[in-house]
């Protein structure tokens, strides 16, 4: 197995580079940087690392946030995403790390390396902690339009990525809506209940966005526009309770040791939050490993990326979700 990594997209491309040379390291792989060689060289003079595990691609090109994600790839064929994907594509046992363009990866995803037979759209599934365990969303903001078909497939996806990645038998699937009640929500909401309660899954209701900490279900099923709002709003109140907390500890007239002591156990209890410590997040329903990282990655989350990619590796997903998805067609 190799790494593959997009040292093009992200906004910190030297970080990317650096935590691809400490996954190399501890994780005893080899790797391949994918993007502008004379700036990879500039990082590797400054840093020591294995010459025989480093390989550079050299793709001048970046597909930015901001640009039609299936035009650019058609369009610009020496973009590290384009360049990285082909290699993806004629190695199946890669895996690919980008904190790039998340469209260009679900789009290159899809048009180059190709779905998993039977799979209608490429998704993005994301961790939320909980009180007594976590809890996933799918779609995180791969798909902002959807069908109650669609959003059904997306259930079977993450019931098998569930089983099979984090090995929970059964998962208890939920629909994000805004009552608990069987009649509430929009139409897509209401069809997709339907169609959920019909399924074989272990179909447990709607679930509101604030009770999603609650553990009640182990799947959130949603499009990828609500999914997107929840994950931001849960982001900007964890982050705003979080300067609240720190700033009250710290004029308080509590003994320095004790605000030393509480300053450590929140961050020990927000690092569940933090992306970095995360890594990253399987595309899944692609036909490879392409773990998307967040764009302002550090070293230390690109790391974990690669750490993430090389257990769904080990865990044979892909592979394992192509045999479940057949069987599900």
Known sequence: MKLIFDINGGDNREEIILGALE????????????GDEDFAKSVLEKNEYDRDRIEI???KENIENNEDPAFAIRRKKDSSIVVALKLLKENKDYAFISAGSTGALLAGGLFIVGRIKGVK?????VYIPGLKSKTMVIDSGANMDTSPELLLQFANLGKIFLETQYKIENPRIGLLNIGLEEGKGNSLAKETYKLLKESDLNFCGN??????SNNDCDLVVCDGFAGNILLKGIEGTANF?????FNE???SDLDENVKHELFALMKSKLSQLDSN?????????????IVKAHGSSNSVAI???AKYAIEINKNNVIDKIKERMGDEN
């Open 207 to 212: 679930v509101e966005s604030r009770d999603i």
């Open 23 to 34: 996954a190399s390291k501890e994780f005893n792989t080899d790797i391949i940087l994918v």
């Open 57 to 59: 691609v050299d793709a």
């Open 249 to 251: 500890v710290n004029k």
């Open 303 to 305: 790391k974990n990326a």
């Open 121 to 125: 759209r490429g998704v993005l599934p």
């Open 277 to 289: 410590e995360v890594g990253g997040t399987l595309l899944l329903g692609i036909d490879g490993n």
């Open 241 to 245: 309770i979080t300067k609240m907390l």
